[in-house]
């Protein structure tokens, strides 16, 4: 077996890993990243970045009927050339990678190709596929634990990749299903559930909890509710998936739930050779039997230790799988030198890709020498890339009464503004902060168009402790989404000039 030496040793390549690795090159360091599939993770390849390559063409197809029907541009949908799609996403996410794969090896950044197991607090075996042995790896400074997450399964539902799918494989699953059954309302759950409705299919969305998007904001998961219901999504909430078998192929009446809609263009040729029957208990009534050609569980994810043989480094996981930091300020785990980022860590780190990111920032300016700020986890945006978007950051008004904080509230409709009617798809803006001009900014939250590109302006505010007045006293431009944010702060501030409190 040989040995090799290092600075520091990242186990996983994903947005957590290769975040951690590029910074601590950067910063002068040695690095070692292992990882067994392709650099990028699952937010590259398979989620994250596919998943808007395919949301943007069904904002695209969706296009087609709001110019039909609003602008009297006399356009229709002919139909969906899968393949072409398909040809498109899969360029934009080979390009990505191509280029993290340079940017670590501008960086030095060597990468092993491998399965990464422990075997001492700083050293890693590593089994490199057709080396005809293990490589035996030691990390001077420390070791960053990076292997994420994976979709979470239900017994009995073991994934087909065709007529059972998880957010792993939804988008690499042949054709273009008539009928999607979605398990799952959170934001993984919503986004599917939107882009098969695009593409034409019948949808049902059906999630536990007595609303979707459970941990956001009640106005956010209504007014979300209410425009996929306009869509012609059928929302289940409060409900629960009893059982589930696969069947023979359907009738093209099987799909009980969902109302169609005219103006969904051409839906898929389907999947040929049956789908799924499942039996669903609402929150009232007797039980529904829902038939579609397709079940997508999106039911959260799990995190990935599977043979790494944590316990050689003194590691164990918690209740759910999780390794926690014994501090956050670093991520450092109880085992000193041993550091955690990404999907691995439990709440209050949010399993988000661009909180890895800042994750990794950390933990590899830790091992510099550096002392950089902690990340803020009440100050990482969170998006919905549905049709429409969600879009917030920092508390909920319910979580910031819980808090006990008194709260000032304001909300205000898209469509007040000129270009909110332009675009005529609703939404809101609702502010939660301290009572006065000057009491801070708790809570942004955002429904509507593109409101994922209006967050970052409220994540400032929230993460400076800002107040209504401070964001005020900036301007806005005209005609623009933004300036219902810019109006909403006004309002608070007691500067309203189109709303007042």
Known sequence: MSGNTTDVIVIGGGTGGYSTALRAAHLGLGVTLVERDLVGGTCLHRGCVPSKAMLHAAELIDGVAEARERWGVKATLDSIDWSALVATRDDIVSRNHKGVEGQLSAAGVTVVRGTAALAGPRTVRVDVPGAGGAELWTARRGLVLAT????????????????????????????????????????????????????????????????????????????????????????????????????????????????????????????????????????????????????????????????????????????????????WATLETAV??????????????????????????????????????????????????????????????AAAKDAGHEVAVNVLPLTATAKGMVHGQGGMVKVVAEPGPEGRVLGVHLVGPHVSEMISESQLAVAWDASPADIAQHIHPHPTLTEAVGETFLTLAGRGLHQHA
Do not use: C, W
């Not at 539902?157 to 939804?170: C, F, M, Q, Y």
């Not at 409705?197 to 049902?204: D, F, P, Y």
């Not at 909180?355 to 091992?367: I, K, M, N």
């Open 148 to 327: 994420g997450s994976r979709p979470r399964t239900l017994p009995g539902l073991e994934p087909t990749g065709k007529h059972v799918v998880t957010s792993d494989d939804a988008l690499f699953a042949p054709g273009l299903p008539r009928s999607v059954l979605v398990l799952g309302g959170g934001a993984i759950g919503v986004e599917y559930a939107s882009f098969h409705r695009s593409m034409g299919a019948e949808v049902t969305l059906v999630e536990a909890a007595e609303r979707l998007l459970p941990l956001e904001d009640a106005d956010v998961s209504r007014q979300l509710t209410r425009a996929l219901k306009k869509r012609g999504i059928t929302v289940l909430t409060g409900a629960r998936l009893l059982d589930a078998h696969l069947t023979g192929a359907p009738p093209a009446d099987a799909h009980r739930s969902g109302t169609g809609r005219s103006d969904a263009g051409t839906p898929g040729a389907g999947t040929p050779g049956g789908g799924v029957a499942a039996r669903v208990q609402p929150a009232r009534g007797e039980a529904l039997v829902i038939t579609a050609e397709r079940l997508l569980v999106a039911v959260g994810r799990v995190p990935v230790t599977d043979g790494l043989n944590l316990a050689a480094a003194g590691l164990t996981t918690d209740e759910r799988g999780h390794v926690p930091p014994a501090d």
């Open 336 to 397: 000193p030198g041993v550091y955690v980022v990404g999907d691995l860590l439990p709440p209050p780190s949010l399993g988000l890709a661009h909180a890895s990111f800042a994750e990794g920032l950390v933990v590899a300016e830790t091992l510099a020498g550096l002392a950089p700020r902690p990340v803020d986890y009440a100050a990482v945006p969170r998006v919905t890339y549905s049709s429409p978007q969600t879009a917030s950051v920092g508390l909920s008004e």
